[in-house]
């Protein structure tokens, strides 16, 4: 199993030749989710090395043209390649009759299950679950209605102490009960669980909070996460601007990040007004000891060996 996020696109508002616009992709135990579809993306996921047909769900965070311009494209292309796999599409209200209307203008029907679902934005809500992950959205603040995501692994099962079984004579049928953390009982003699198995694997989480000024009402839906990705339009040189477009600085990112005790920050979104993300590292640093910049075609594995943010002048991850 792993958690990995992949950045397809770290830029606002445009493409560049640096940067695409807004597009993750995240594999959470082989459930395939992509975040946002800017312009570009499918070639971005060949670049990559990742595999459009295994996307099983798609998140929209809002229908401003660099998080959305994507997707038309890209379900055109899955059914060419003869998809015949069902995808579902989560996004604020007026996705669906949007993409729909532009995939009935080119006459040619999709042969494969899509479903959307719309999620009016407000405190968060559970919109998908099975038994390895849950998916949350939550209201952002911006100039249209915005949603954040939260991806968590739910808990998984203790390992045997397969030494400790052996010796009591524990039988296969044992098993399941042990690693649910369930004790038994045999021939008349208790077996606590807790001698019989070893710590579960960590469990890991993933916010993504894409277009938004700082606010409080988000605050608690990206509590206690593992990786925070949060939008760092611009650095504190353009407060105004940052605040009249309902965008977020570097260092509004940190506060947030710190005020919602989120482990790691992973800033993007980054204007194409500048070269680097050097400032916004600066900037976000003073508030926050563990962040990084997206770039495009960063990876970063959350669940088999973690997840490490240098201090130096980019991220990297093992």
């Known amino acids: 199993m792993s958690f990995e996020l992949h950045i397809l696109g770290s830029g606002a508002a445009l493409p560049t030749s640096k940067r695409q616009a807004s597009a993750q992709y995240v594999n959470c135990n082989e459930r395939h989710i992509l975040i946002d579809c800017a312009e570009g993306t499918q070639q971005q996921l060949r670049k990559y090395g990742l595999k459009l047909q295994k996307i099983q769900f798609i998140l929209i965070s809002h229908l401003h043209g660099d998080h959305f311009f994507g997707l038309p494209g890209l379900l055109s292309t899955m059914h060419l390649l003869g998809r015949n796999k069902k995808l579902s599409i989560y996004g604020p209200p007026g996705l ?146 940052a605040k009249s477009t309902f965008h977020s600085t570097a260092q509004q990112a940190a506060q947030q990040a710190v005020l919602a005790n989120c482990k790691y920050l992973l800033l993007g979104h980054f204007s194409s007004r500048y070269d680097d993300a050097m400032q916004h590292l600066t900037e976000a640093r003073m508030l926050h000891p563990n962040v990084g910049a997206a770039e495009d075609g960063l990876q970063i594995n959350l669940g088999k060996w973690g997840f490490i943010f240098a201090s130096a002048d980019k991220t990297q991850a093992q």
């Not at 070893?198 to 593992?226: F, G, H, M, N, R």
């Open 96 to 241: 669906e009759a949007l993409i729909r209307a532009m995939l009935a203008a080119g006459g040619h029907p999709l042969q494969f299950d899509l479903t959307f679902h719309t999620i009016q934005p407000g405190a968060a809500q559970l919109i998908y679950e099975d038994r390895l992950i849950e998916i949350f959205a939550f209201a952002l603040k911006h100039r249209l209605p915005t949603l954040g995501y939260r991806i968590n692994e739910k808990p998984k099962l203790l390992n045997l102490d397969k030494e400790a079984i052996s010796a009591a004579g524990l039988l296969i049928e044992d098993l399941p009960k042990l690693k649910s953390g369930i004790s038994i009982e045999r021939n008349g003699k208790k077996y606590n669980y807790k001698d019989y198995t070893l710590p579960a694997q960590p469990v890991y989480s993933y916010a993504y909070c894409s277009d938004t000024k700082p606010s409080p009402s988000y605050l608690e839906a990206i509590k206690d996460v593992d990786l925070l990705y949060h939008e760092a339009t611009f650095n504190q040189q353009h407060l105004e601007r």
